[in-house]
């Protein structure tokens, strides 16, 4: 099964859940067969995916790529509803891919389709605009039904991941908690500029090059920060630097 956030149209995991009618009264139909692109390394994933894909009468793939690169290209082209996309990929990864296919093609729509159960994923997946993260242990008839949910403006993440969510949430909030009589650390100045940049969503690399550091330095300046703060994640130093007002984002 398959956590659905957002409003939900038809019955739950029925087979026309992303489909209307003429007469349902949320909307017109669609008359077009949602238009899907295939991303992932392994040829005969992608290629089992299209043969279980073209089952259905109301989805398409229109196209396959390899890596991320290939992705934001085919994505320009193709201009699909949907992008069903791994996150570890050579030359280019999905989530570093997912910023530029939103510059090409903003309409398309991301899901996460990956092996990958690490929460630090998950988090620069959303961070970087995917709509879904799904764990490749789900059936192929989950994935024609996150497909459908997901073009009928529905987000979907897989059980587990959602339950790593809602978990990490709920510390993030404890220790937020106890720590709010505690003054909030001093940053340097530096470790401010790195921080701002991270909250852009911006990679270790690319900071690196905006600030002419080296990139180890970064990753230095990012341990100091969440060793001050005494967080976990990323996503959390800016979650809890915009809290504490130690940064604001405009």
Known sequence: MVDTFGPVRGASGSDDAGARTDDDPDGPSRKEPIRVL?????ALFRRGLEIVLAQEEDIQVVGEAGDGSEAVDKAADLLPDIILMDVRMPKRGGIEACTSIKEVAPSAKIIMLTISDEEADLYDAIKAGATGYLLKEISTDEVATAIR????????????MASKLLTEFKSMIQ????????????????ELEVLKLVATGMNNRDIAKELFISENTV???????????????RMEAVVYAMREKILEIR
Request: hydrophobic share 30%; proline share 6%; charged share 30%.
């Open 149 to 160: 949910a997901v073009a009928d403006g529905q987000s979907q993440i897989s059980p587990s």
């Open 38 to 42: 295939v991303v992932d390394d392994h």
């Open 219 to 233: 990753k230095n300046h990012v341990r100091n920060i969440l060793e001050k703060l005494q967080l976990h994640s």
């Open 175 to 190: 220790r937020t908690d106890e720590r709010r009589l505690v003054p909030a650390p001093r940053l340097t100045e530096r």
